[in-house]
């Protein structure tokens, strides 16, 4: 009757959706319930085209902030601090800025100087830190925001422990009971025990009868209570591969250096010390065969050794007193050597005899050779005395750095791993270059070194023909040969120390290279560390940040052989001429050691009788900052006489060259070989050079070229470079406007020099590499400059505007060419990045703020409200834009009046606007400013409009290079137009009026222009147009924050129809829609994304004629009795107006949409990339502090509810997270099914109805249920992998966490019944996904990833049972597809694995994997608790509509679901006291209805009421407690729920492994004590019912306790099930629950058969109960029907009916006592009886279930079941013929002993495995009695005589194994020991 009413129920239901039905059907042919979505017009604009987007700005003036309540009044528009100015000063290195004095400066060095101490001038957007792209989330930011979570208790973790207390003695005594003992056999002590056990604490309110009202709101404050606010953190970081919106700021330039090196001297000591000497260190490449540093000069003499020379030093310079150095190498490498040379002062005689003492003498010898030393000493103090001035070469050697980096050690070394995402590119420019250089074998790096201390020894004295450079490489090449041939020389002993260790990051008293102090220098006196120039060994590209302009003169060779005269001792001065006047020698020498700082002349070390010298000398010298045509460089040669002789000078002038160091305005630099003149040079020689042969003039060798000198400069003044030096030259004389002017050969006038200028612009382009970039930051100022303020020639304004475009083009090229080793992941080059962010300006723009205003001197300047300054300054930047500027095409004064007319109209009250100010115009207090910021004396372009239209004209060539690096102009122009609005005021003005049209026509072109090069270039060059793509994206995104919005986003939308319309066309679509979805998470990243979607502004409902989904829906609305709310519905639809007004968000998911329909191509790609982006965007919401509170982060995640729909709509394809044989089934479409369980075994509804009703001809995907098998192929699509199904889930959480209840309270209420229960089902699946894995499933890797194979037992129900099951949710069709999708080879597949972080390192440390597992917990836990929230709101949506019960159901089914995975107590706690309240409010859900939901509720609150946790025993007792109280109020008696708690109490007991009977029994007599202080019921027999049902329950748990005991015996534990079993035979229900224990048990052990007899005893109780119900004459009539198949099956015949009724309340009520769940046992017979070979019983089984399915004409089962006998049958004939079947081997076996307790002289039969042996049996048996008993008491009896009990030892066990035979008495056999 019941089923009766049910099914009209069901019917009434569908009627009311039958509407729905069809609409699904034909909206949804393709499957997938949003598949339409692309060409539908349900939604008034299909998908795949951008709705148009409201006017932004209009929308804003027409809603005044203050219409916002509080919080959020501040996403209604930008803040007006947005943007701001700073001035960051330039970093300096040293204390002093090292610019040159202000004396007279040349153009060039007076751009320098300005260039290198101008502050970074940065445009910085105050809230650009909280965008996605600026602040990532990354996993460490994730585990900084997981600190202080609390620690979630979870049984699985608990059950380690908390290990139960032993059982009480009583119990252990009782688990040995005689064999015959049934579970009533010791019901008083079990009765004793209960009363005496503790009971857990009581629940305080339980009792009180409360409104449900009350109840409610209680639960809902206590579930509010201590929640994450930030539930993403708890969620694995997004995926760092899909961040394409990745930025950082650069590093700002700085100065480039290489690994640095510190080398100390300690100490020098010879032999003998007669007289000081001097040291000289300096870097060469053996390989480059390059000197790769300047040299450092240093003196480790004694003081009496220094005062030798008192005559000719000054006082010694604190500078030059310097004895440690670093040295700084680029491009290390295994050939660089540090060589150390040593020099003394001049003295009488070849460098072979001044050595010879150091050689011969010996320290040892000093008294021997007392006599010679003193005579040596002398010698020294005249030769000092007379030539101190002068050195001579002396000895030399070189230490190998790479032997002392390695033998050293390099336990810190700093691997170049690249940790970060884009390292600094400063940092990746000194890891670079040796990046590339150290490849293979080559590999060395000076930077992690261990310190090492050296004593050198062995010095090698200089060969006087041999001192040249070249030499010094031959010598080193050879010191690394083993055989070297400098190892045969006689050294010069000696010992030096030193100390070489890699540089600390900020040494203290440091000196630059130009003797500056480098900051930090604590104290000028202390003794200095020099900086060491290096010359890096080949290009290095960085640009210069400071001021250096330094001059290296290199002497090489001089030749006087043809000299006459007495030429000899021959060394060179080198002078610094500032005129031809020897006073004007300039002091610009660097001293070198113990003397001063500066000198006017130097010479080189003399070579004693040498006509042809060769030197080494290396003189460094400071260039002024003017250098003048008359500056040169003079050298003398002089002859020294060593031996003092009348009336002989000591130094004779014996030539003279010069080297002008202008030429044609560049500094001349290179080698040169010089003719020596021997007059002294005439007057105005110093114009000329020494090749210019002067009349009347004498020369050395006929004026041929005899001295060999080289120039080189290091200098950040002049480039070098001949194009670059001719550009610079050109720009300074238009700058000077100095005409006529002289280049090179040609005389310059103002008519030539326009086409001069032209011709150098596109001769840039020739520059070389090096210099070019080292001047990038100057060439591209001049270049700015020549755009922004065009010359002025002759009064006529020359336009270079083109070719300064294509001049940057070319620049930007040939600088990212030239750095293309360290670009970042965007392709961008780091130095112009940092050139656009730090260096550009607009020229001319400051220092002073134009208006007027005072100049900021601020670090930080804020151009707008805030930094406490007053506000009369901002106020007194008044709106009014004048006329006189050509920018705005208005008349004059219709701007004012159009500005504050609209303000004044909206009454806007803007804090910093002028409306009704003493500041506006005419004010008392107005501003007068006619003339705008730009227009002064001379005209002005605009970079950012002059830009966009030569890059919109530009010529195919400059376009095709300015495309390559689009980023750098897109951001010139942002920050070009950024600088317009902040130093021109602008940022008051209205948006609209910022920037003309004909710019913002042009801006328009230029974004159609470069987004049809991407769509173009996507297949002939993806990674270009993957970087243009970004590019445009992210200057799209910056216009959004400096134009009108509006523009922007029509800009966007006009992109999307582009790319829209190229996809059909284009042959794999996959690219584009990835460059787009990309595209879109760049824009979705701006920092003011959520303002950009308008959150505040109400949807305004669709504009008919187009039907919206809410309009089609409307009469299938299910609970609310007026037509849905269609604002409600588009909101939470991607509808036309949610996609208008929420622009980005539209997008966003638009993209989602379209990537998760079923027929999107390139899906699982697609899939990863939206959902990523959603997910990453929402992460940055819940870490945003100005989304923090509730609120506004309600308002935020109204942005994403159609992600809601779409999750659900999705559902079919998502990884189904449900894990194992069954126990997940979710829910099935039972919303909309009227065959519910009946008729179809799947339980859902037929598709051949559902078609009828419909009157379409594919079934509906309203129906896709999660049970109902295989998906069909037209409606399954591309599955999503686990990761994104999970992320994808967890991103609908957090919409359903944060949006607002009340809104989603309406929405439920307008989804139909179908839609509904999609949701219900995707809560459901959320529950499994996140269900928590427990701590040891961290340490196992895979088990979080791959299931484990399932058991035959399982894979036996999942084939036959369907959805069929009493509390057996635990069965669901398998679907066809594997759980990943049909992906072979799942396990390497990276993409499938929903843990991938867990995967990837196996190596985590305990504490990582702690933290994991309390995170998992703490997100189980969340994950779950929203789910309960969104469960309630439909439990109050649902409350008064006449659907509930369907619905209801549903909801107890997830909450079921929830109550048995995996979850902690919290949450437990929550979800126990909902289900009280669901249970008392609607309790004919559990007990008028079905009795499935009240078996399964029984189970699991019998489950946690043996919890471990006691918060989580306390609240199921209570719930188990109401329960049973609800029962009885309805009907004063509860049996049903009596019935259905014993039941799953043995179901428990049976199939649990880890079950503590200790903590049910607590529970249990915690239910005892409600009943006793329960007022209410004292006057009934409930406490009464109540305490039997304990003491049963009490009894079943000893059971279990013996079952526990022989858990390892599984011979026992099946006998004692038995026993269990026989005892509930006047109880079927339990009997049949325990026949199914024993025969999963049976089939786990391999034994199919007994599992199959089991199966058959099952099924005849089940016919017996049906006979006695109705009589059908297809049924079986009984237990008789299966006496062939075992005579035993009689026991199961009824008991009289006076014993039992079949239709009391309560019993038979399980799903087995049905027609289908008799068809189910007796297939799982058949199936066990297959699987054992025993193919005669299964025809026996099959006889009885053929006319079953022939009375139902289920012709598809019985063409299986028929096809399963022919099976049977032809195996019978195969097999009939051998050994084909061989059965089970029995063995007898006797136990004797004290020790076996009750089994003391008992036999069995044990039946092994077929062809089992005596010894294999007697060897299980025996490990298995040791194990228990220990090792000497059990013995086994091996022969087969009868045991004489009275010979055995007492004190052992002895089992007696004996083979059973065939041969007519298998149980006869000899009593014994356990004998096999």
């Not at 002005?940 to 495309?963: D, G, K, T």
């Not at 089962?1757 to 089970?1784: C, D, N, P, Y």
Request: aromatic fraction near 8%.
């Amino acid at each position: 009757m019941a089923a009766a009413e049910r099914r009209a129920f069901a019917h009434k239901i569908n009627r009311t959706v039958a509407s729905e039905v069809r609409k699904q059907v034909s909206r949804e042919r393709s499957g997938s319930p949003h598949s339409s979505r692309r060409g539908g017009s349900s939604l008034g604009v299909p998908l795949t085209e951008v709705v148009e987007p409201l006017d932004f700005e209009d929308v804003l003036l027409s809603r005044p902030p203050d219409a916002e309540p509080g919080p959020l009044r501040d996403l209604v528009e930008f803040p007006c601090d947005d943007l701001e100015l700073q001035r960051q000063p330039r970093e300096c290195r040293t204390t002093e800025p090292g610019i040159p004095e202000d004396g007279k400066l040349d153009p060039q060095a007076r751009a320098a100087v300005e260039m290198y101490t101008e502050d970074w001038v940065i445009v910085c957007r105050r809230y650009q830190h909280l965008s996605a792209a600026y602040s990532p989330i990354t996993t460490e930011t994730q585990r900084e925001r997981q600190k202080g979570l609390a620690r979630q208790v979870f049984e699985q973790d608990t059950s380690g422990d908390e290990r139960s207390g032993p059982e009480d003695s009583d119990d252990s005594r009782r688990c040995s009971g005689s064999p015959e003992d049934t579970p009533r056999s010791s019901g008083a002590s079990g009765i004793f025990d209960l009363r005496n056990l503790a009971a857990d604490s009581l629940l305080p309110s339980l009792l009180e009868r409360a409104a449900p009202e009350d109840v409610d709101r209680r639960n809902e404050a206590q579930r509010r209570q201590n929640r994450p606010r930030a539930l993403l953190t708890l969620y694995p970081a997004p995926d760092e591969d899909e961040a394409v919106e990745r930025c950082s700021h650069p590093e700002p330039p700085r100065e480039h250096f290489g690994q640095r090196i510190l080398v100390k001297c300690l100490s020098l000591k010879f032999e003998i010390e007669i007289e000081p000497i001097f040291g000289i260190l300096a870097l060469y490449d053996a390989r480059e065969k390059k000197k790769i540093s300047e040299n450092f000069y240093f003196d480790l003499n004694s003081d009496s050794m220094k005062g030798l020379l008192r005559a000719h030093g000054t006082h010694p310079a604190i500078s030059t007193l310097a004895r440690s150095a670093i040295f700084s190498v680029t491009y290390p490498s295994p050939d660089i050597f540090l060589v150390i040379k040593l020099e003394k002062v001049l003295q009488q005689g070849d460098i072979s005899e001044c050595c010879e003492p150091y050689m011969v003498m010996k320290e040892v010898d000093t008294a021997k050779n007392k006599e010679k030393l003193e005579k040596l000493r002398l010698a020294a103090e005249q030769f000092c005395t007379r030539l101190g001035r002068y050195r001579m070469p002396f000895a030399w050697t070189a230490v190998h750095l790479a032997n002392i980096v390695s033998s050293a050690g390099q336990p810190d070394r700093d691997s170049d791993s690249e940790g970060e995402r884009r390292p600094a590119w400063t940092d990746r420019r000194r890891r670079g270059p040796q990046d590339r250089a150290s490849s293979g074998d080559d590999a060395c790096s000076f930077s992690g070194f261990r310190p090492a201390t050296l004593t050198v020894t062995n010095f090698f004295k200089q060969e006087a023909e041999r001192l040249s450079d070249e030499d010094l490489f031959k010598f080193l090449a050879d010191m690394r040969r083993p055989s070297s041939l400098l190892r045969r020389l006689r050294p010069v002993t000696a010992q030096l120390k030193i100390d070489i260790s890699p540089a600390p990051e900020n040494p203290h008293f440091c000196l630059s290279p130009e003797l500056l102090h480098v900051k930090p220098y604590p104290d000028p006196r202390g003794r200095p560390t020099k900086e060491i120039l290096e010359f890096p060994a080949r290009e290095v590209y960085a640009p210069h940040t400071c001021y250096r302009n330094l001059l290296y003169v290199y002497p090489h060779s001089l030749n006087f052989s043809s000299r006459q005269g007495s030429v000899r001792n021959l060394t060179v001065r080198v002078q610094y001429m500032a005129g031809e006047d020897p006073s004007q020698a300039l002091p610009v020498i660097f001293g070198k050691s113990s003397c001063s700082e500066f000198t006017r002349e130097a010479f080189t070390p003399v070579v004693y009788h040498n006509k042809s010298p060769e030197f080494y000398e290396e003189f460094k010298l400071c260039l002024p900052a003017c250098v003048t045509e008359n500056h040169h460089l003079l050298f003398t040669f002089y002859h020294v006489s060593c031996q003092p002789r009348p009336g002989t000078a000591l130094e004779t002038p014996v030539g003279f060259t010069w080297i002008p160091l202008l030429q044609h305005g560049r500094l001349r630099t290179g080698p040169f070989c010089l003719p020596v003149s021997v007059d002294q040079p005439p007057p105005s020689y110093s114009v000329l050079t020494p090749d210019v042969a002067l009349p009347g003039m004498r020369w050395v060798d006929g004026h041929k070229g005899v001295f060999s000198v080289e120039l080189m400069a290091a200098s950040s003044v002049h480039p070098q470079d001949p194009h670059l030096d001719r550009f610079f030259t050109l720009v300074h004389v238009l700058e000077e406007g100095v005409f006529p002017f002289r280049l090179k050969d040609a005389v310059l006038s103002e008519g030539t020099v326009e086409q001069e200028l032209r011709a150098s612009l596109s001769a840039l382009r020739l520059a070389s590499p090096e210099p070019l970039v080292a001047f990038s930051h100057h060439v591209l100022d001049k270049l700015v400059r020549l755009v922004v303020r065009p010359p002025v020639i002759s009064g006529q304004m020359v336009n270079l505007g083109r070719g300064a475009f294509e001049a940057m083009a070319h620049v930007v090229s040939l600088v990212h060419r030239s750095l293309e080793a360290v670009q970042d992941a965007r392709g961008h080059c780091p130095l112009l990045a940092a050139y656009v962010y730090y260096a550009f300006r607009l020229p001319g723009a400051e220092p002073s703020l134009p208006g007027g205003a005072p100049p900021v001197t601020v670090q930080a300047a804020t151009l707008a409200r805030g930094s406490g300054r007053p506000a009369s300054l901002y106020l007194a930047r008044s709106k009014s834009v004048s006329s006189s500027n050509p920018d705005l095409a208005v008349a004059p004064g219709s701007v004012d009046d159009e500005v504050s007319r609209i303000l004044a109209n909206k009454g806007v009250d803007r804090s910093h606007s002028w409306v009704n100010s003493a500041y506006a115009p005419g004010g008392t207090k107005a501003v007068l400013r006619r003339a705008p910021p730009y227009c002064g004396a001379d005209p002005r372009q605009l970079l950012h409009e002059e830009l966009a239209l030569q890059w919109v004209v530009s010529s195919s060539a400059v376009r095709e290079a300015v495309l390559q690096h689009a980023w750098f102009f897109f951001q010139l122009m942002v920050k070009s137009m950024a600088l317009h609005l902040l130093l021109g005021q602008r940022l008051d003005t209205p948006r609209k009026l910022r920037f003309p049209g004909r710019f913002l026509d042009d801006i328009t072109a230029l974004v159609g222009s470069v987004g049809m090069e991407v769509i173009t270039r996507v297949h002939k060059d993806a990674e270009l147009a993957e970087r243009l793509n970004a590019s445009l994206a992210f200057f799209l995104s910056d216009l959004l924050s400096l134009a009108d919005r509006g523009f922007v986003f029509n800009l966007v939308r006009a992109h999307y129809k582009q790319v829209t319309t190229r996809l059909h066309s284009t042959p794999n679509p996959t690219v584009l829609l990835t460059l787009r979805m990309d595209f879109t998470r760049i824009l979705c990243s701006h920092e003011h994304y959520v303002t950009l979607n308008l959150p505040c502004c109400p949807l305004s409902p669709p504009a008919s004629p187009s039907p919206s989904v809410s309009s089609t829906t409307s009469q299938s609305s299910t609970f609310s009795s007026q037509a849905p709310d269609p604002k409600v519905t588009s909101m939470f639809e991607l509808s036309g107006p949610f996609r208008q007004q929420h622009f980005l968000a539209g997008l966003l998911l638009t993209e989602l949409a379209l990537a998760l329909e079923p027929e999107a191509e390139g899906a699982s790609l697609l899939h990863k990339k939206a959902i990523s982006a959603v997910h990453s965007l929402l992460c940055s919401h819940d870490t945003d502090p100005r989304y923090a509170e509730a609120p506004v982060k309600a308002r935020v995640a109204e942005l994403y509810l159609p992600l809601l729909s779409l999750a659900r709509d999705t559902l079919p394809r998502l990884h189904d997270f449900v894990e194992g044989p069954g126990q997940r089934s979710r829910l099935a479409s039972l919303l909309d099914s009227d065959t519910e369980g009946e008729g179809d075994i799947g339980g859902t509804i037929n598709p051949s109805v559902a078609m009828a009703i419909a009157g379409g001809p594919l079934a509906p995907g309203s129906r896709t249920s999660i049970s109902q098998g295989p998906p069909t192929a037209s409606r399954s699509g591309c599955p999503l992998s686990a990761e994104s199904s999970r992320t994808l889930l967890a991103c609908a959480l957090w919409v359903l966490k944060n949006a607002e209840p009340a809104l989603l309270q309406r929405w439920a209420a307008d989804l139909a019944l179908p839609q509904l229960g999609r949701l219900l089902d995707l809560l459901y699946l959320c529950l499994a996904a996140f269900e928590y894995k427990g701590k040891k499933a961290f340490e196992r890797i895979n088990s979080l990833t791959f299931k484990k194979s399932l058991d035959m037992k399982a894979r036996l129900e999942e084939a036959i049972l369907g959805t069929i099951g009493a509390r057996q949710e635990m069965v669901r069709r398998s679907r066809e597809r594997s759980p990943f999708g049909n992906q072979e080879n799942v396990r390497w597949r990276k993409s499938i694995t929903h843990w991938k972080q867990t995967s990837d390192r196996v190596d985590k440390t305990k504490d990582e994997m702690e933290h994991e597992a309390l995170v998992d917990g703490n997100l189980a836990t969340e994950a779950s608790l929203v789910v309960l929230d969104t469960l309630e709101i439909i439990v109050q949506t649902v409350m008064l509509s006449e659907a509930r019960e369907s619905v209801l159901g549903a909801v107890l089914k997830v909450v079921l679901y929830s109550l048995g995975s995996a979850q902690s107590a919290l949450f437990l706690q929550h979800g126990l006291a909902t289900q009280r309240a669901l249970v008392s409010k609607f309790p004919e859900l559990l007990f008028e209805e079905d009795t499935e939901l009240c078996a399964d509720l029984c189970l699991r609150l019998l489950r946690h009421c043996g919890s471990r946790v006691s918060a989580v025993r306390t609240h199921a007792s209570a719930s188990l407690y109401l329960l049973m109280r609800q029962n009885f109020e309805i009907g004063h008696n509860f049996a049903r729920v009596k019935m259905q708690v014993t039941m799953s109490l043995s179901s428990l007991v049976g199939t649990t492994q880890n079950f503590s009977e200790e903590h049910l029994r607590r529970s249990l007599k915690t239910i005892l004590t409600y009943a006793e202080e329960d007022v209410g019921l004292r006057d009934s027999t409930f406490a009464e019912q109540v305490q039997d049902l304990m003491f049963n329950l009490h009894m079943i748990l000893t059971d279990t306790v013996k079952m526990k005991e022989h858990q390892e015996d599984p011979e026992m534990l099946i006998d004692l099930m038995y026993r269990i079993a026989r005892g509930y035979q006047g109880s079927p229900d339990l009997r049949l629950t325990w026949l199914q224990n024993m025969a999963g048990k049976h089939a786990e052990l391999g034994n199919h058969a007994e599992a199959a007899q089991c199966m058959v005893h099952a099924a005849a109780l089940v016919a017996e109960y049906l006979a006695l119900l109705e009589d059908s004459r297809h049924l079986p009539v009984g237990c008789v029907s299966f006496q062939n198949i075992s005579s035993n099956v009689l026991e199961e015949s009824a008991v009289s009916d006076d014993v039992l009724s079949p239709d009391e309340e309560g019993f038979c009520s399980g799903k087995h006592f049905t027609e289908l769940g008799l068809v189910g046992l007796l297939e799982q017979a058949a199936a066990y009886f297959t699987m054992g070979g025993l193919y005669e019983a299964v025809n026996e089984v099959y006889k009885n279930l053929i006319p079953i399915l022939e009375a139902h004409r289920d012709y598809k089962k019985l063409a299986a079941v028929h096809g399963k006998l022919q099976e049977a049958f032809t195996k019978i004939m195969h097999q009939s013929s051998g050994w084909e079947r061989v059965f089970g081997t029995y063995f007898r076996v006797g136990f004797y002993g004290a020790r076996f307790g009750d089994l003391d002289e008992q036999e069995f039969v044990y039946k092994e495995p077929s062809i089992t042996k005596l010894a294999e049996i007697s060897h299980r048996l025996e490990e298995f009695y040791t194990e228990r008993f220990g090792d000497d008491v059990v013995e086994i009896i091996k022969d087969s005589n009868p045991v004489d009990k009275s010979k055995l030892d007492p004190q052992k066990g002895s089992p007696d194994p004996i083979p059973q035979g065939s041969s007519g008495h298998p149980l006869a056999g000899r009593s014994g020991k356990p004998r096999i």
